[in-house]
């Protein structure tokens, strides 16, 4: 089998089943599966509000997951990809709801800012039960 790095990324906030269904389907992409962790000050400027856990905490939750190869610390700065550029993986797997990612990659992709590498978009997993959003507001 071909040696196949895939990535991922996250803000994965109390790993609830549908973070560990986009896990198992990122793993099937390759043979070795990074996760990126955002940052706390990522998150507050993607979503407005910070993390219920922490990035040393989410990072350590990760960790245990066994699909997971490897867990990094995302870049300080939206829309930087040192840590994508280090890993250089074959394939990034982003989640079904991952919309300003994919633009944000394809983009760095095309203007060369990045090397190139594959893209896929992986399918939801009971969105309607276990999504991070949904599950924060009922207190889980």
């Known amino acids: 089998m071909i040696n196949k790095t895939v990535a991922i990324f996250g803000v994965f906030d109390g790993i609830h089943e549908g973070h560990l269904s986009f896990i198992r389907e990122?793993?099937?992409?390759?043979?070795?599966?990074?996760?990126?962790?955002?940052?706390?000050?990522?998150?507050?400027?993607?979503?407005?509000?910070?993390?219920?856990?922490?990035?040393?905490?989410?990072?350590?939750?990760?960790?245990?997951?066994?699909?997971?190869?490897?867990?990094?610390?995302?870049?300080?700065?939206?829309?930087?990809?040192?840590?994508?550029?280090?890993?250089k993986p074959d394939v990034v797997y982003i989640g079904y709801d991952q919309i300003a990612l994919y633009e944000s990659l394809s983009k760095s992709i095309k203007n060369g800012n990045i090397p190139k590498m594959e893209i896929i978009k992986g399918e939801p997993y009971k969105p309607e039960l276990f999504h991070s959003s949904i599950l924060n507001k009922n207190g889980n």
């Open 26 to 87: 990122a793993k099937k992409a390759g043979n070795h599966l990074v996760a990126i962790v955002a940052r706390d000050n990522v998150v507050k400027e993607l979503k407005n509000k910070v993390p219920k856990e922490n990035e040393v905490e989410r990072i350590n939750n990760l960790l245990k997951v066994s699909d997971i190869d490897l867990v990094l610390l995302g870049d300080p700065e939206l829309e930087t990809y040192n840590t994508l550029k280090e890993v």
